[in-house]
């Protein structure tokens, strides 16, 4: 199990240290939706594009600890390419995994196979600290965010 545990500590720090789809895409076609958490003061840029019901580019730009930085790195990864509607299953699966053992009763009863999320599963340990939780999933609530706007 420690042999797990350094290897996803390594997939954050990497992802930390060299984030993936970092920068901001120009706006317009892009767009922009911000992300903040007033707690421990991460901030997430993320700018989308999505055309035809296709995530078809999205960048992250913002400030924060490594979990926030590596979680939106990750979701970048995991999300880009991706129709809204994958999108929107990796996006609930990832949540479901940061709240194992809430009693919230609209969750599903089945539990998420976090071999199926790859590199994401690595921050499955978080779910260990709920003040980290908000780190977290930064990134996903701004992605829901801006996908909620470019419905409307």
């Known amino acids: 199990m420690d042999d797990l545990e350094d290897l996803y500590r390594e997939i954050i720090l990497d992802h930390y240290r060299s984030p993936r789809n970092r920068g901001e895409l120009e706006s317009p ?17 993320l700018t989308v594009v999505v055309d ?3 995530i078809r580019d999205l960048k992250i730009a913002g400030h ?13 990864g995991a999300v880009k390419g991706k129709s809204v509607d994958d999108a929107r299953v990796v996006m609930r699966s990832f949540k479901r995994m ?7 009763p609209t ?29 977290a ?16």
């Not at 076609?29 to 840029?45: K, M, Q, S, W, Y």
């Not at 940061?98 to 919230?104: A, K, L």
């Open 52 to 54: 035809e019901g296709m």
């Open 137 to 152: 999933t930064l990134a996903w609530n701004t992605l829901n965010q801006a996908l909620v706007e470019l419905d409307a």
């Open 98 to 104: 940061m709240t194992v053992g809430d009693d919230d």
């Open 107 to 135: 969750a599903e009863d089945e539990p998420v196979d976090v071999r199926k999320l790859g590199e994401l599963a690595a921050l499955q340990g978080v779910v260990k600290f709920p003040v980290r939780i908000k780190c």
């Open 29 to 45: 076609p892009a767009h922009r939706t911000e992300g903040f958490n007033p707690l421990c003061g991460d901030e997430i840029v």
């Open 64 to 76: 924060g600890c490594s979990i926030s930085q590596s979680s939106a790195s990750l979701m970048s």
